[in-house]
């Protein structure tokens, strides 16, 4: 283990603080300044982002307001003449000029590369360069889950020796809550008694069309209860949102510190992603004691393990099937409530700390 490190940090994942990245960012970095207290932080904030709390190992500085020529030049100097002993990219990304020391990102997800379709641009100067560059030049490489490990080194031929598997912490915030919270979070949000929930932003990759086909198709429905703001290319979910009357119920723009009321409260999360990097829905669920159904894709399978159901995400009457049995089945919903308890107690932001201070030790200090 390495003391006295000095980072330099991407911060740029902050400027959007409730989107997993911006998540990511903050917990990790709490996390690892508590881990290694003699360690210390420089971490570079865009203009639209506000730091996150202050921390004597922590110190915040502005990224160049120039679009192109700022991040690419003028910050690698600026990273340069700062001389840390590594530098750290929660974001996933080195800039094109140098930094000047060794470096370790943190890659989430490669969905662009496998369906461009989900997203609403080409982005070709982040996907044909940027991106492809810093998998070439980082000198470990941090994946959130197996499965992006994979992704990393199908689509890039990385080596495994240079990627670290690292999965996400879960806050303490989530966790089983009392009656009495529950009951003024119901009456404050105005949820209904019964509902299957839905967290995330509403965007195609998310796969709501499944959930709202096999949703309309259950006997004994619930309400649906969608948590997110509005993404890109959502204008026919929301076309479909506006025909399925008022059992529907969409939340935007929740305060995050309602969350952990909001999944104690649901009879199951559906969370039918076509693919996730890793996908915090499901864990901040399990972790409320909520029963999640999710789907076979991606790093899902990995993250709830045998803690929840598994529904092909191309097919809505298994996903009816499923939901239909864990809100008809009070003995299912209580095991699967257990399993997730303890499922989600195996990830904690301490231990994603350790793991990544040891990334970050061997591209310091190669073995």
């Known amino acids: 283990m390495l003391s006295g490190l000095h980072l330099a940090v ?18 990790i970095l709490r996390a690892m300044s508590v881990d290694r207290p003699d360690c210390r932080f ?32 003028q910050w690698p100097a600026r990273i340069r003449r700062l ?29 662009i590369y496998l369906n461009p379709s989900w997203f609403p641009g080409r982005q070709p100067l982040s996907t044909r360069l940027v991106v492809p560059r810093s998998l070439a030049r980082a000198d470990v ?8 490990a994979d992704d990393i080194k199908e689509l890039f031929g990385v080596p495994a020796s240079r990627i670290s598997v690292v999965p996400h912490g879960i806050s303490h915030v989530f966790r089983p809550l009392s009656r009495e919270d529950l009951d003024s979070a119901r009456a404050r949000l105005q949820l209904p008694e019964r509902f299957i929930l839905f967290v995330g932003t509403i965007e195609p990759r998310k796969n709501l069309t499944t959930l709202l086909e096999a949703w309309a198709m259950m006997r004994d429905r619930p309400d ?6 509005w993404g890109w290319l959502y204008e026919p979910i929301k076309e479909r949102l506006a025909r399925l009357g008022p059992s529907v119920h969409h939340i935007e723009g929740l305060d995050p510190a309602e969350l952990p009321a909001v999944y104690n409260l649901a ?14 829905p499901p864990l901040e669920a399990m972790a409320c004691g909520t029963p999640v159904v999710v789907s ?15 529904a092909a995400a191309d097919d809505p009457d298994a996903w009816r099937k499923a939901l239909e049995k864990v809100v008809g089945d009070s003995d299912l919903a209580a095991d699967l409530k ?21 990334a970050v030790d061997r591209a310091v200090r190669p073995a």
């Open 10 to 27: 991407d911060g740029s994942g902050l400027a959007r603080p409730r989107a997993g990245v911006g998540v990511y960012t903050r917990e």
């Open 42 to 73: 420089t971490v570079y904030l865009p203009p639209d982002a506000t730091a996150p709390s202050s921390h004597p190992a922590v110190r915040y500085r502005p990224l160049p307001s120039l679009p192109l020529v700022g991040r690419h030049v």
């Open 83 to 111: 001389a840390p002993d590594a530098y750290f990219g929660p974001a996933g990304v080195l800039p094109l000029g140098s930094v000047g020391c060794p470096s370790v990102i943190t890659i989430h997800d490669l969905a």
């Open 141 to 148: 490489i941090v994946a959130v889950s197996n499965n992006t």
């Open 224 to 229: 649906l209860v969608i948590v997110g703001d």
């Open 267 to 280: 009879r199951v999360l559906a969370h039918p992603a076509w693919y996730e990097g890793f996908g915090f």
């Open 296 to 310: 076979d894709r991606a790093s899902l399978p990995e993250v709830v393990g045998d803690a929840g159901l598994i």
């Open 338 to 358: 257990r399993r997730g308890i303890l499922r989600a107690a195996q990830f904690s932001w301490s231990r994603s700390a350790d793991m990544t201070w040891r």
